[in-house]
């Protein structure tokens, strides 16, 4: 395959211009050809560039400084008719993507799911949005597809790695946009990423995968040297030869049960903070990209003392109330593939230590419970961004797209002392680089739930350092944060098990 790059063209183009513009480069007709990179360049007059690959005959006749040769890789794994069960406990992007990789090898794949299959999980996702009837097992947080499917779907990483792009081809595969592989800053969107999920969980039954979908799984089966037989479930006990947990950061009951079985399960450092919502114009107006269709987003990062950062940033979204416990106030952020709600938000969140808490579910659970009391409902509480600085509390400047309402609060009640001077210092720093950020911005929350408070520690091979053939993978175990470095992790956690089968099924 060739790879060509620096293919220019202005902005109003469309895929015949791309097209015809590589056969001028090649003086060759094409049948297909791939986009591999899209960027802008907008030094002067904005232009977007390509790089693309071609299969074509005869390369060496073609390539040059912009043209080289290029060999794909290959990374659909052998399949075998492995002769051992991998049970997957969640199915969120690590769940998903391991079951899709052990199904692909050819071992007998079963999942375990305690939330709902989307068409259901949504109508409780809804009935909370409006009615404020929270499912404890069906919403936001829990459920087909994890955490991401209500979410604007980013698709952003920083994890340079192969297995990436094989990614990107399964979601494209089960009806993502194309442009999800070569667009900076791709997202899906939580319209379309629902489609996408239950395409890929109804492929998945098609070959041969069980899914138990509102069945947690309760307990563990150890054998005497700890290795893992199997788990139970209200329903039943069902026997295994692996276990991958991708259990999210929200099964507090799961570590619970994982603790008690003596699982190996460590403190880890987490972040707590706010929404912050503004007019997405004003966001836009500070960026080239405003220019065209590409996302308005930024991200803002404050080293002080403790690390201030936008986190889970949602161009044109809202939003919305993440809890999954009763009588808890927990924000987060989705967007509609279409990103066109008028109104940026994204998380501000502080650096919390591990060594600030003796238990991370009890300290955010604290906090989440706080504001809850404070509430006397699940509206969200608020302030607008100039009055916290001052220590003012007016009505907001507008309302925010929360779905279920605010109660006007002083954050200055909700950080410790060092904290509030700290974020208070980045927010003027934030303004600094996004002017208007405080005197136009509201901040909506808490947010509490941006990564797991434990680390369920695993070895060189990704099992469970003191529990044999227990896998731990994805945001919940502490090695992973967004669906891209989640579904990685399930993948890395399936190779593991591929490229070690003989290895394994001997001991
Ligand atoms: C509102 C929101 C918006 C987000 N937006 C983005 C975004 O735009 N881009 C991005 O990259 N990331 C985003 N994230 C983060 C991203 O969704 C997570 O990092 C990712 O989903 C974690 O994947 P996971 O597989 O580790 O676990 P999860 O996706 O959390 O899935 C875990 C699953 O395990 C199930 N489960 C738990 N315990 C059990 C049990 N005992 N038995 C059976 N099942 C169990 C849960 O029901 C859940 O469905 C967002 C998160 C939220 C909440």
């Given at each position: 395959m060739l790879l060509i790059s620096d293919i220019k063209l202005k902005i109003d183009h469309d895929e015949s211009d791309l097209r015809r513009k590589i056969e001028k480069i090649l003086h060759h007709k094409l049948n297909s050809f791939e986009i591999v990179k899209r960027s802008l360049d907008a030094r002067k007059e904005p232009l977007y560039v390509y790089t693309v690959l071609v299969d074509i005959a005869d390369e060496d006749r073609y390539l040059s400084r912009n043209i080289r040769k290029y060999h794909k890789p290959d990374l659909k794994p052998e399949y075998l008719k492995r002769n051992e069960t991998c049970i997957i406990g969640g199915y969120g992007p690590s769940g998903i993507f391991a079951a899709y990789r052990l199904m692909e090898a050819g071992y007998r794949v079963i999942v375990f799911e305690k939330g709902k299959r989307i068409k259901e999980r949504q109508k409780d996702v809804e009935r909370f949005f409006t009615d404020g009837i929270l499912d404890e097992n069906s919403n936001v947080q829990f459920g087909e597809g994890g955490a991401g499917t209500f979410s604007d779907a980013k698709l952003t990483t920083r994890i340079k790695d192969p297995y990436i792009d094989y990614i990107l081809d399964i979601f494209i595969r089960h009806g993502a946009a194309k442009q999800i592989k070569y667009v900076n800053h791709a997202h899906i969107g939580t319209d379309e990423v629902r489609k996408v999920i239950a395409d890929i969980t109804d492929y998945l039954v098609s070959k041969g995968v069980e899914f138990h979908f509102e069945?947690?799984?309760?307990d563990l089966l150890l054998s005497d040297d700890r290795t893992i037989k199997g788990v139970k479930t209200a329903k039943d006990t069902y026997y295994c030869d692996h276990l991958l947990l991708g259990i999210g950061h929200s099964a507090y009951k799961t570590v619970q049960m994982l603790k008690e079985k003596g699982v190996f399960i460590e403190k880890k450092d987490i972040a707590v903070g706010f929404r912050v919502e503004h007019d997405q114009k004003l966001i836009d107006e500070r960026q080239t990209s405003s220019l065209i269709e590409e996302a308005n987003e930024y991200f803002l990062r404050y080293k002080g003392e403790k690390g201030v950062y936008s986190f889970c940033m949602c161009p044109g979204g809202m939003v919305i109330?993440?809890?999954?416990?009763?009588?808890t106030i927990v924000t987060n952020g989705m967007s509609y593939a279409a990103r066109d709600s008028g109104v940026a938000n994204s998380a501000i969140l502080i650096q919390i230590t591990k060594d600030e808490f003796t238990d991370g579910y009890d300290y955010l659970h604290a906090l989440e419970n706080k504001a809850y009391a404070y509430s006397g409902s699940y509206k969200a509480l608020s302030q607008n961004i100039a009055d916290f600085i001052n220590g003012d509390l007016k009505e907001l400047i507008f309302p925010s797209t929360y779905p279920l309402g605010t109660v006007l609060y002083d954050?200055?009640?909700?950080?410790s002392a060092s904290d509030l001077q700290i974020i208070k210092e980045a927010l003027k720093d934030f303004d600094h680089k996004i002017p208007g950020f405080i005197a136009s911005g509201i901040m909506v929350g808490p947010e509490t739930r941006s990564s797991s408070p434990v680390r369920i520690k695993r070895n060189a091979d990704y099992e469970s350092i003191n529990t044999p053939r227990l896998y731990p993978m994805g945001e919940g175990a502490g090695y992973g944060g967004g669906i891209m470095s989640c579904a990685l992790d399930g993948i890395r956690i399936a190779n593991g098990l591929i490229f070690n089968y003989g290895k394994v099924s001997e001991n």
């Open positions: 069945e947690e799984i309760s109330p993440a809890m999954s416990d009763n009588n954050f200055n009640n909700f950080f």
